[in-house]
């Protein structure tokens, strides 16, 4: 299904260019009716452009469906962004193959592919805003976050993910601004302003958030903020408010609260459009020093300079 608002032809456009964003797709209408609201959102502030969307999995319209969208609306020159955190599977593969199939469809128009909205100050404050206002609305003092993700089988998105949280607590005001005066965890874990920030992943890779609870418990944390990094709420992001839960219940001298996820915000939009401006330039620059498609790392040599399939 593609929503008429996500579609919106600018005038005096000239030689015509689309936006198509790719989500992953989710099985939770909910996370869908986010998208789509992010979706009409950034169509209301880029009137010069065709905007339509497609899933990777779960949901319609496909990536191939909504790149053919974009070329039957008379576009000549098409620019997909992946909508993804950071840069695993989705965006390496599924992608990139969804371009080769639309190329050999239209060879007469211009496809660009932008890179993942990756690790972005925007987007940080965003999770420090979810942070701060859940810590405000449960009137607590938490002095430890644990930033849970999806989880990849690609180390270096992993490894985002603890990028991220260095930097979340190294620049964000959390601590300085709800947990003045807290006993600290230690002279070294309160060093950053949102306290300690400990990553975790609801599937595929380790830590897990129980794990990770664990690990705070040990470390004497009292108050943690549980804080999903996805962009839209589905079935993860309901394990992890269930998981949460029933660690919580069993630890009742720790208080436990978890945050929303990201979900539509025009700072996100503002990144989007960043990816967009960036392919259309032709100045993408990723970081592919650890991609395991480009670097033999230990336990993923075999996927070494392995080929993209266009099917």
């Not at 032809?9 to 989500?23: F, H, R, S």
């Not at 989710?26 to 969307?53: C, K, N, P």
């Not at 925007?122 to 930033?147: F, G, Y």
Request: net charge negative.
């Amino acid at each position: 299904m593609l929503i008429t608002t996500g579609i919106h032809e600018g005038a005096n456009l000239g030689p015509k260019n689309a936006l198509v964003l790719i989500g992953h797709g989710s099985q939770s209408a909910q996370g869908i009716a986010q998208f789509e609201q992010l979706v009409s959102d950034l169509s209301r502030s880029r009137t010069d452009l065709w905007i339509s969307y497609g899933f990777i999995e779960f949901a319609q319209p496909t990536i191939d469906q909504a790149l053919d969208t974009a070329v039957d609306h008379g576009a000549t020159t098409v620019v997909a962004v992946p909508l993804v955190l950071t840069g695993a599977g989705h965006m390496k593969d599924d992608g990139p193959r969804a371009l080769i199939r639309a190329r050999k469809r239209h060879p007469m128009i211009n496809f660009y592919y932008a890179r993942a909205l990756g690790i972005h100050p925007l987007i940080l404050e965003v999770a420090e805003e979810r942070c701060l206002k859940t810590a405000s609305a449960n009137d607590c003092q938490p002095d430890a976050v644990v930033l849970i993700g999806r989880g990849s089988t690609d180390p270096d998105a992993n490894s985002d993910l603890y990028k991220i949280s260095r930097l979340l607590a190294d620049s964000r005001r959390l601590t300085s601004t709800y947990a003045t005066g807290l006993a600290p965890l230690g002279a070294a874990s309160m060093a950053g302003p949102l306290a300690l920030v400990e990553p975790a992943f609801i599937s595929l890779a380790p830590p897990s958030l129980l794990e990770t609870l664990e690990r705070l418990k040990k470390l004497g944390a009292r108050s943690i903020i549980v804080q999903p990094y996805f962009l839209f709420t589905g079935v993860l992001v309901e394990r992890i408010r269930e998981q949460a839960r029933s660690w919580a219940a069993s630890n009742p001298s720790i208080e436990v609260h978890t945050s929303p996820e990201l979900g539509p915000d025009d700072r996100i939009n503002s990144v989007i459009t960043t990816r967009y401006e960036e392919a259309l330039r032709q100045e993408i620059t990723p970081n592919c020093d650890l991609c395991i498609h480009r670097y033999p790392l230990p336990g993923y040599e075999h996927k070494l300079h392995v080929p993209i399939p266009d099917r």
